[in-house]
């Protein structure tokens, strides 16, 4: 009896493993695509719930006995290490694509989506050098430019970065402000900004962010003024279109009138917020986005993207050009002369994935109005939530929810004192009244605060549900960040009975 030589280089751990390239790569790949897709289905079902019980200690010690040795002196063979791994990472996932996991912008990604980024890594284009990635980087021109007519419709020539997410995306900016105002410039950002914008004042040697009071989750325009007035030199104002806490959109119109006024340079972080866009009923939310120099995009949030998929646009490519860079081995002079595209200049990154592939696959597959159907339908479920949350004798709701984040917490106890309401725009009187260079102050917990920590523990070591937390007019909540488009009111009632039990206790 005579076997195929491809049976046996697959079957024997010691022979040379088969690549998943060239016209030989695809069956090569599909036995193991059989092992990984039951091994992910077998690790959900044996998790049940959103995430392991037991917590950390439990949980390594599962992945450590999965593991056995990290570095075995002979291999198991692709078949016994996917299937071994694979299933416990599965059963060890807080997994997004249960309605229970809602605690961060960690979205379920599209099937469709991890489908193409499987072609992307098989593939394996590199975008530093179009010798490594002819039509990829040819699918990265033409997606990236479209992208960007979204954000900057009326711009003379609009384009986009990717980038690998927010933070990136926002280092960028920063990067493209720097080398166009010089060192000097001084960042301005509301208390409610991304913690990435201050990191990347830090990386960038920049002078620290000077930060703007945001009671009530948005930029308080009185105190922007006061600050854009004050300072001298040359100025960078950051807002937020869907702030990671709560979901709230900074008033972009009035800031971008306070920028052209006082001559500063605009940014806009819509890293969670920026596929409004994709939505017929919701853009309008995002009026003013069109007049920052550089917008923040993450289509790993609302976009349903396997991470990384961030892109950074601007209303004119020539504004990345402060990025150009020459490496004699990828982008010589006399090839770019002769009309090979010059990548170097597209990322700080030089080897970098084919990430467009599974937002172009997307965007073909849905359609807009398909993904903007998706947004409207995940910030449908955020109304329902709070519409239970607000008829719960137990909780209290913050506020109607802007995007898809729900902040709640358990009704303060009789005699508690509760720090006066805040309404959104009006500055709350334990907000600094001026502008500071510290982070803001928090403060001392409440006895119920700590009841909101001890229950999102507990609910996250049994496994019952992964729900986030996030500070508010000075209180902690219990945070929820609706970005599952299958997620049933069903669902949603069995998530605020478990919240309940877990702080009526
Ligand atoms: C998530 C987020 C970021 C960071 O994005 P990453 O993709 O995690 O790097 C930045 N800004 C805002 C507003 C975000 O919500």
Not at 195 to 206: C, D, F, K, Y
Not at 455 to 481: P, S, Y
Request: glycine residues 8%; contains cysteine.
């Amino acid at each position: 009896m005579t076997s195929s030589p491809r049976t046996t280089r697959c079957s024997s751990p010691s022979s040379t493993p088969p690549l998943a390239g060239g016209p030989q790569g695809a069956d090569a790949l599909r036995p193991l695509l059989g092992t990984v897709l039951d091994a992910l289905r077998d690790g959900a079902l044996a998790r049940g719930g959103p995430l392991p019980p037991g917590g950390p200690e439990t949980v390594t010690a599962q992945v450590r006995n999965a593991l056995a040795e990290v570095l075995p002196e002979t291999g198991t063979g692709a078949e016994e290490a996917l299937r071994t791994l694979v299933t416990a990472l599965a059963y060890g996932a807080a997994d997004p694509a249960h309605p229970h996991c809602a605690a961060h912008l960690h979205t379920p990604p599209l099937a469709v989506a991890v489908a193409a980024d499987l072609a992307a890594s098989a593939l394996n284009p590199s975008m530093d050098s179009w010798d490594q990635a002819p039509a990829a980087s040819a699918l990265e021109h033409l997606v990236t430019r479209e992208l960007a007519t979204l954000t900057h419709p009326t711009g003379p020539a609009p384009d986009a970065l990717v980038t690998t997410g927010g933070t990136e995306s926002n280092h960028l900016a920063l990067l493209l402000a720097r080398e166009h105002h010089g060192p000097t410039l001084q960042t301005v950002c509301g208390a409610n900004a991304h913690h990435s914008i201050r990191r990347a004042a830090w990386l960038l040697g920049l002078p620290e962010p000077v930060t703007v009071p945001a009671p009530g989750g948005r930029i308080d325009l009185t105190a922007l003024a006061a600050v854009l007035t004050d300072l001298r030199g040359p100025l960078l104002v950051v807002a937020t279109a869907g702030t990671t806490d709560t979901g709230a959109i900074d008033p972009l119109p009035e800031i971008a009138d306070l920028c052209d006024t006082h001559g500063a340079a605009l940014h806009i972080d819509a890293a969670y917020g920026g596929p409004l866009l994709f939505s017929d009923t919701h853009r309008t939310l995002l009026t003013g986005l069109d007049r920052a120099r550089t917008v923040t995009l993450d289509l790993h949030k609302l976009g349903w993207q396997p991470v990384a998929a961030g892109l950074l646009a601007v209303p004119d490519t020539r504004l990345l050009d402060a990025l150009a860079h020459t490496a004699p081995y990828l982008n010589p002079d006399d090839d770019t002369r002769a009309g090979l595209p010059d990548l170097l200049g597209r990322s700080p990154r030089t080897s970098r994935r084919p990430d467009i592939l599974k937002i172009a696959v997307t965007l073909r597959a849905l359609g807009r109005t398909g993904l903007g159907h998706l947004v409207d339908r995940v910030r449908t479920t955020a109304q329902q939530l709070a519409d239970l949350v607000e008829k719960s004798p137990h909780l209290d709701l913050y506020e109607r929810p802007t995007l898809t984040t729900v902040l709640f917490r358990p009704t303060d106890a009789p005699g508690a004192t509760t720090p006066p309401p805040v309404t959104p725009g009006v500055p709350h009187p334990a907000d600094p009244p001026t502008a500071t260079r510290s982070t803001p102050h928090t403060t001392a917990p409440t006895a119920d605060d700590a009841a909101v920590a001890t229950a999102r523990r507990e609910l996250l070591t049994q496994g019952l549900a992964v729900l986030g937390r996030a500070h508010a007019d000075g209180r902690l909540w219990f945070k929820v960040t609706l970005l599952n488009p299958h997620t049933t009111p069903t669902d949603l009632d069995t998530l605020i009975a478990l919240v309940e039990g877990s702080t009526t206790r």
